[in-house]
Structures are given as structure tokens and as C-alpha cells.
């Protein structure tokens, strides 16, 4: 924030009856365990009244709010031999995205410190959540009706409602949100007058006024259409990294791209990128030499969508990443999904991230329904690719795309993931699975159906897919569908 924020930030402060659940004044107490359970306290309570953010300001007499200044430095002070600030972070879970702000009122040192409310669950530090009664700093775990209402509050449980950017200009909304993409993507006209966008960009939950006149770009805003990701302190880890290797391994990298635009401004460029930079493979078709995409690209733009969509944001230091090797492409994501990745084709989405999802589905980044993974399996069939394998890790999940492999080399876990994910694809069409139609899935002659039904066979050992009717006799003519149907 400028100094002329950080001052209208500051008056409003100080006119507060007095301190309160999401407000403490200082004068020049720098205890950094009291600090830190502070810290706990205020984004906790901050949750609890719906506030984007709560503040200790040191500089300020708590009774009469008066300015009467601090020899405190949070930026300077240390705990033990470590500063403060990294001491204060590492103790607290989840991190939170701290802001700092030193400067002059009048003659007068002034410590703000911006603490974004608690999203998703309590913070705690040292292991212990706190919150304030008035003014007084307690222990959560004595108030259980108040931890209830963090984790359930429904305007502070997801990450596209927090402040991405605090206090900003009109000017400054203008510079660092890509307004003429979104008019564009949502197809309306670009407003001529500049309070009209604004209007709209608030209504659309881009932007949201502040009680100095001023406006908070929330992370949703700067998360779709940021000019550039990298100018939200926040979200410089949120940028979507494409790295390109030399061979099947990460041993020697040829090329690699930060993104820096908001996801929806950038999200068509980035998928002509990737495009652009993987292997085709040439056929002859009539006399004329013809490029096959060697990956489908609806396979490739669901993939990248959902790991913008449903990636846990209050994963610290991780981005999504997609990474392209000469045999495949691994699309990775911070947070463990939701649901257990074997359901991915069948169940009904759930995103952590419900705006971010809703906006993107506007603009036809991703689908309405559950049909994106049912798209990407139905796409992989066709260009005889190996199946997709979804892999969900302790704080990542990872999706990886085979480039074109005959079936003999396949092992017989590429073959057991192609047959349940075949069955899963038939099954959510109103269909069964049999030995003809997984022939035609690998492209066995079908004269080999006894190698089809070793397939399904091996499938059914590790409880993957079951028979349609139990009662049929006919090897023949069974049918299959997935263990949970």
C-alpha cells in the first residue's frame, strides 16, 4: 500500500470505538510468543466477522487511540537469532500471507501488520488455535461453538474471497486487473466510463470496496485476470510453470515458462503453447503429408483446467506445473483431491474452489457437468494411447498422459487402468463393457479375444470391475461394469 492508503487505513483504525475482536493497538510490546497468538487470534476472529483481514498496529494507545508512535520494528526484530517475521510464519498453520507496513505518521513510527482471516479452518500457532473475546487473546478449543463456525462460516471458507491486494487506487485496480479480457470472455461491451467497470468488476465479486474508499482486489479477481500474477505478493507461486525435458527423465531441461497472466486471460495462449510444443507424428494421407497430433487437445485443455480448478491454494510455495517428456505429460496440481481418483470419471465434481470453477465453466475454460475426465478417457481411446494415470500424493495430485505405445509393450498395470477406465467410460454411457469392446479399445484383432479376456480377467482379480449378471454362463456375451456400480 502507498503512504496515502497506509494513512486513510490507519484513521479508520484509530476511530474505532475501541479495540476489538480483529483490531489490536501497540505501543511498543514486541513479545513474539504474545505476537504470534495475536496472530491466531485476530484470523480467527477476522473469520468470525467476516472480515478479509484483521490488524495489530503498534504505534497506537489501545485506550484512547492516540498516535503517539513505537520503537518497534517487526521487520528488524528477532526471536533468538532468527528474524522474527520467518519465526512468527513457521510457526503458524496454515501460513498466511503476513504484510508488513513501516512507515511515518507525521513524526511518528507506525507498525501495521495485514493478517488475512482464516480460511477453510482455524490457524493456529505452536500447534494452538486462539481467538479474542473483546479484547482478551483465549484458547479456541475453549470456545466450541466458535470453532464450529469457522470451519462451517460461508463467507470465509474458500480462498477466492481473501484479499489478494489491499487498499488500491481506482488507478491502480485499472493497471493490475485485465478488465478488457473480461468483458471479453463474458462477451459484453467494454464500458466507456470508468465507475461503470469498477461497478461491474465489484459485482462480480473481481473487486470489493473497503472502508477507506478504496477497493481489495480479491484473489479470485487477481487469480482470472491479473496482468500479472507476480505483482500480488500473495500469488507469485500461483503462476503456472511449463517446463520441457530432454528424454523420458528431469535430468537435463530444455525449456521453461512462467506464466504471469490471471488464469482465464491467459488460459487460451497457454494451451496453444503447450500445443505448439509437443511432438506430431507425419502420415501420408491421399499423397499429402498430414501432422497428427501426437496427444488430443481436448484431453489436454480438461486436464490443465481442472488442475487450475481444484488445487488447494493454501498450499504454500507450489504451483500447478505441467511438464512434457518425450513418451508423456505429467500435469500436477498443489492439494490431494477431493474425491478418491479411481471415481474421477463417474462422480459428480466437487471443487474447493466453487467461483473459481463457476467462472471458468462461463467462459467454457471447463465443463458444467462432470464430463471432463469422461472427455479426456474417450480421447485417449480414440488415438490408442495408453491410459491416463490419476495419482493422488500426501499434498499434490498429479495426472500423467501416454504418448503412444503398441500393446505389447504396455505392462500389465497400463492394461488393467485402460480395461476399468474403459469399463468406468461405458458404464457412465448407459453401456457395459465386454471382450469385443475392449478389443476394439486396443485394437486387438478379433481373432486375440482370449488376450481381452486375460485383461478383463487380471481386472477383475484386483477387484476393479465385476460381471454385469453373475448368473450368466456365457463367456461370450458377459458383460462388465465397474466394482461400485
Not at 22 to 29: D, G, L, P, S
Not at 150 to 167: C, H, M, Q, T, Y
Amino acid at each position: 500500500m502507498k503512504k496515502e492508503e497506509l494513512e486513510n487505513l490507519l484513521h479508520f483504525l484509530t476511530a474505532l470505538p475501541k479495540e476489538n475482536e480483529w483490531c489490536e493497538f501497540k505501543v511498543n510490546n514486541g513479545d513474539p510468543q504474545e505476537i504470534g497468538e495475536r496472530i491466531s487470534a485476530i484470523a480467527n476472529s477476522a473469520n468470525l466477522h467476516s472480515r478479509p483481514c484483521g490488524y495489530i498496529v503498534w504505534g497506537v494507545e489501545n485506550k484512547t487511540h492516540e498516535v503517539v508512535g513505537t520503537k518497534f520494528s517487526f521487520k528488524q526484530a528477532k526471536k533468538g537469532a532468527e528474524e522474527l517475521e520467518n519465526w512468527v510464519t513457521r510457526a503458524l498453520e496454515p501460513h498466511l500471507d503476513l504484510r508488513i507496513y513501516e512507515f511515518l505518521f507525521g513524526d511518528k513510527n507506525i507498525v501495521l501488520l495485514e493478517i488475512p482471516a482464516a480460511i477453510n479452518r482455524p490457524v493456529k500457532f505452536q500447534d494452538e488455535a486462539f481467538i479474542r473475546i473483546g479484547s482478551l487473546t483465549k484458547k479456541l478449543k475453549d470456545y466450541p461453538d466458535k470453532e464450529e463456525k469457522i470451519w462451517k462460516n460461508p463467507d470465509r471458507r474458500s480462498f477466492e474471497k481473501g484479499v489478494a491486494l489491499s487498499g488500491a487506487t481506482m488507478e491502480q485496480v485499472l493497471e493490475l486487473i485485465n478488465y478488457p479480457s473480461y468483458f471479453e470472455l463474458t462477451k459484453q461491451p467494454l464500458p466507456t466510463d470508468r465507475n461503470t467497470i469498477l461497478e461491474i468488476l465489484e459485482h462480480e465479486r473481481i473487486i470489493s470496496r473497503c472502508p477507506t474508499g478504496h477497493y481489495n482486489i480479491t484473489n479470485l479477481g487477481a487469480i482470472l485476470f491479473a496482468k500479472d500474477i507476480t505483482k500480488f505478493e500473495g500469488l507469485n507461486r500461483k503462476s503456472i510453470r511449463v517446463i520441457i525435458y530432454d528424454g523420458k527423465n528431469r535430468i537435463k531441461t530444455i525449456k521453461e515458462l512462467g506464466g504471469v497472466k490471471g488464469y482465464a486471460t491467459g488460459f487460451k495462449g497457454l494451451i496453444e503453447y503447450i500445443n505448439s510444443q509437443l511432438p506430431s507424428n507425419e502420415e501420408i494421407e491421399k499423397a499429402f503429408r498430414v501432422e497428427k497430433k501426437m496427444y488430443p487437445e481436448i484431453a489436454i485443455r480438461e486436464l490443465i483446467a481442472n488442475a487450475l480448478i481444484h488445487q488447494d491454494f493454501i498450499e504454500k510455495g507450489a504451483s500447478p506445473m505441467i511438464e512434457i517428456f518425450s513418451d508423456r505429460i505429467e500435469i500436477s496440481n498443489p492439494g490431494r483431491p477431493l474425491i478418491n481418483p479411481d471415481r474421477f470419471i463417474d462422480h459428480p465434481p466437487q471443487s474447493r474452489n466453487e467461483d473459481l470453477a463457476s467462472f471458468m465453466r462461463r467462459i467454457n475454460v471447463c465443463e458444467e457437468r462432470g464430463s471432463g475426465i469422461d472427455k479426456v478417457i474417450a480421447a485417449t481411446e480414440m488415438f490408442q494411447l495408453p491410459a491416463p494415470k490419476f495419482e493422488a500424493q500426501d499434498k499434490f495430485t498429479r495426472v500423467t498422459l501416454y504418448s503412444y505405445r503398441p500393446l505389447k509393450k504396455m505392462n500389465r498395470d497400463d492394461k488393467i487402468r485402460a480395461c476399468y477406465q474403459h469399463c468406468c467410460l461405458k458404464y457412465v454411457s448407459n453401456e457395459q463393457m465386454t471382450n469385443t469392446s475392449l478389443r476394439k479399445r486396443f485394437n486387438i484383432p478379433d481373432n486375440n479375444y482370449p488376450m481381452a479376456s486375460r485383461i478383463i480377467n487380471d481386472t477383475i482379480t484386483v477387484n476393479f470391475i465385476k460381471p454385469f449378471d453373475p448368473e450368466n454362463k456365457s463367456k461370450k456375451n458377459t458383460k462388465y461394469v465397474p466394482i461400485w456400480a
